[in-house]
């Protein structure tokens, strides 16, 4: 009972020098990038190409405090050095960012701010043990616009003659031209929006963190999965315009166009998810040896 008792002062000492230590970078990063936050919340993450930032963000805070005893763990092999020019390259980034409005070098300047804050305080060890949940910040960045103007057109194309193809072949009267279905009295336009790269791109996020939390020892099997991340959300989306036209075609453009179309997006999603855990449930079969990591935990 005395031992008990006695425990809770002995910490008091460790939790005063964490936040004499910490504090000031809290306040300093809540200056810095509370605004950034206000404004994503404002503006693009309203909008269904971004909607998947708050996600991000709650998942990157609950990994930073599932290891938050990296924060306290005494200071080993510490970088000065790297850790302050990776600390000042990331406040310029987030200056540029910041004042020229580019979106992707404030958010992005997240990573070697904090980066560069481990390095000084806490050296290479909590680097190596926080590096998941400093790089998914990657997944909060908007995607560049070249980027997006480059893979939109080619990724529309093939959805739209795969679905063609298929609902062709499955005796639907569609034809294509371009871009444009045609499937009997409706013509259909595959939109920017149904070209599935932004729900890669949040399938992506979601596939990794999977991966992280599962922690597969094979290599090859963490590989496979990886690989197949992006196939399976593009048939998803191949998936998801079908259904579109054949809603279209039976119940009208009213309903192709309305409550449907948003909640094919979601069911999709959810879909191409189910369908990336079976497929590591089938390679739990092909590697029965591999049992997954236990999880860290702070």
């Avoid at 200071?75 to 910041?98: D, E, H, K, M, N």
Wanted: with cysteine.
């Amino acid at each position: 009972m005395s031992t008990v008792l006695n425990a809770p002062p002995q910490l008091q000492p460790t939790t005063k020098s964490f936040l004499a230590e910490w504090w000031p970078v809290l306040v300093g990063l809540l200056a810095l990038f509370v605004p950034t936050y206000v404004g994503l919340a404002t503006g693009i993450w309203n909008s269904d190409e971004q909607a998947h930032g708050p996600i991000v963000l709650v998942v990157v805070l609950w990994m930073l405090w599932e290891q938050r005893a990296q924060f306290t763990l005494p200071a080993r092999s510490t970088s000065p050095i790297a850790g302050s020019l990776l600390f000042v390259f990331g406040l310029l980034l987030y200056v540029l960012g910041r004042s020229q409005d580019i979106l992707i070098f404030e958010v992005g300047s997240q990573i070697p701010i904090l980066g560069g804050l481990l390095l000084m305080l806490r050296g290479w060890g909590a680097v190596r043990a926080l590096w998941f949940p400093l790089l998914f910040i990657v997944f909060m960045l908007p995607l560049p616009g070249f980027v997006v103007d480059a893979a939109t057109g080619p990724l529309k194309q093939y959805v739209s003659v795969l679905a063609e193809n298929i609902l062709y072949a499955a005796g639907y009267p569609i034809a294509r031209n371009g871009v444009v279905l045609t499937v009997g009295s409706y013509q259909l336009l595959v939109a920017d929006a149904c070209s599935g790269l932004h729900s890669m791109f949040s399938l992506s996020a979601m596939g990794l963190l999977y991966l992280y939390l599962m922690r597969h020892t094979s290599w090859l099997r963490n590989g496979i999965l990886i690989a197949a991340i992006l196939p399976i959300a593009f048939f998803a989306n191949v998936v998801r315009v079908m259904v579109l036209v054949l809603i279209t075609y039976h119940f009208g453009d009213e309903a192709g166009q309305g409550f449907l179309h948003g909640v094919a997006g979601i069911l999709l999603f959810v879909i191409a998810l189910l369908v990336l855990f079976a497929l590591d449930a089938v390679l739990g079969w092909i590697f029965p040896g591999n049992k997954p990591n236990k999880a860290r935990t702070g």
